[in-house]
């Protein structure tokens, strides 16, 4: 018996029967209808999905089998991205239109007031200090060159200055100061002519002598160290301080 | 220190001086110039100053020989007694010893000197050796005046002290027995630490020293009789106060405080008495007189406006100080006792007296035409007391002030801004050899020592 050559012809044989088998498979038989067009898909996503008033969120979006994409009425690209900034929570809309069909896609971003600023710490009432008191209500008075008598408005000034200092029973001291021109020594002596002045001007307006102090410095403390009129009137004063 | 005790033959000198100033040597010129003579009328001596030689090769014998010699001749020129010979007519060979003196070469012309000092100085052992002669070489047999020796450690300051006393010795000698002022002192007020203290030199302007540390402010300084303590003003934490200074301890002692504001010591000649000016009796000042220990004050002036007392140091019986009583301040005179008021100044704007150290002049500060919009200077000019004659001793302007006479009479120190700031100078009687002494800071109100 010769197997071999047998088994040859009979692997052959299937083969050539599948053959025709399979082409008998492939029959010439009437096409079938074409598939429906596939339907669109949309999606449509904010990131974040909630913000404050004034930030910013990104909406993306992509589909398939579309031909005809829009964002809220603005043509746009298959599949991308957007920054929107709302200012009131707003939905967006993502149209997708093909052949198969319309899609839509919504999306949602939340916008919420921002935080109200930290409730502010009540400031207290300013409270005027004593010597801010005393700095408004005594004022430094000004004389004439070689002079140690107020002007009128000095005088003034200190007959109010006496009520206040009357009222607080304020101490006061009077500094008597002169203009660089003139001796040292003779200028300390007009500086405290320059103080009695105004000390007899409050003792008029009723402050007790024993509330005022008077004392010169001459042209040791000047104001101003220019050599002219205007820095010269500067020095010529009283300046008066509240002892404590 | 050694000092020629002043002689009776200051009699003669005063009226001398008198004559001088009443007699005749007041001219009418229109800028009022005064010369004053300054040695009592005699003819002012000519005299040589070669260098003292070194005598040995120590290296310091140069340096110090330097200073010594410097300072000699610039001693014995400000004295302004002296026609010194230019150096440019010595001879060639100077004597260092007096077995190398030929007297005629000096005596005859070019030099054509009165008296010839020489010497020489030599430093071995860290001490500085010195030996100085004055010889009459006018005269036959040119006779010896002075021959001194002097040895000290050898330091620049002590060549400088050196010749401070020889100039003085000559000085006492030549000068109508009146000593020199070479070792005198000046104290005055500076601000170049910061603040406003006392400070000392030597009369020419050496050795600047700070001497208060208050941090506050400090006034007219002024030194007693004997140089041992300085009176002062200055400011304490509520008023001004009179302090006192300890030249030995170097600090400020106890002085009594008083009530109200204290300004402008001044001692009596004999160191017993302070006048200054107080607010204490009616909140304007007013002349007060104390114990040197400031006990027993008694109010003198009723002024009201009253600074700047000075006893007259001839007699400490008057008392000139500054009254702004009728406005402007004017200088007035008392007795000790507050009586005899005088009016001695009678118009423009008038401070700061000084009485002379014989008691006939009174040096003060002036602006003799005041007013506003009168620019132009503050003088300082001289009274003759007795006749009331007045001229002026400084001329260019500025603001001057505070004039202080030295020991001897014959200069004044003074501040004056005439070079832009402060500053202390000093100058004859006369007018001439002005001097500037401070340079450094604002310097002001000056105080010559009493010898």
Redesign the interface.
Known sequence: MNNSKSIRIFVLGVLFLLMVASGCKKKETPPPPPPPPKAPTATLSANPASIQRGQSATLTWSTDAATDVALDGNKVDASGSQTVSPTETTTYHLTAKGAGGTQEATAQVSVAAPPPPPAATPTPAPQVTDDQLFAQMVQDVYFDFDKAELRPDGQQALAQAAQIIKQKGWKVQIEGNADERGSTEFNLSLGEHRADSAKQVLIQNGVSADSLKTISYGKEKPQCTESNEACWQKNRRDHFTLLH | MLKAKRIGARILSLSCLLAMVLGGFLTAAAQDRIKIELNMGQERPRIAVPDFKATNADPQSGPLATVFNQTLWSDLENAGIFDMVAKSFYPSQVPGQPTELAAKVWSDPPPNAGVLTFGNLGVSSGKVDVQGWLYDVKNPGAPQILGKQYKEDATPDNARTIAHRFADEIIARLGSGIAGIAESQIYFVSNRSGN?EIWSMDYDGANQKQLTKLGS?A??PRVSPDGSRLAFSA?TN???QIKMYSMDLGRTIAFPRSGG?N??PAWSSDGTKIAF?S?MHS???EIFVADASGGGARRLSTGK????PVFNPKTNGQIAW?S?RT???LIYVMDADGSNVQKMTDQG?A??PAWSPNGLLLAF?WVRNYG?GVLGG?DIYLMDIASRQIVQLTHDGGRN??PSWSPDGRHIAFQSNRSGTEQIWSVLADGSHLQQLTRQGRN??PNWSFK
């Open positions: 406003k402010i006034l007219s400011l509520d008023s001004w504001d300004f402008s000016s607010s909140g304007l000042s406006g009253d600074v700047s500054v702004g406005g402007l301040p704007y401070v700061s500060a506003p503050q002030d505070f002001s109100q």
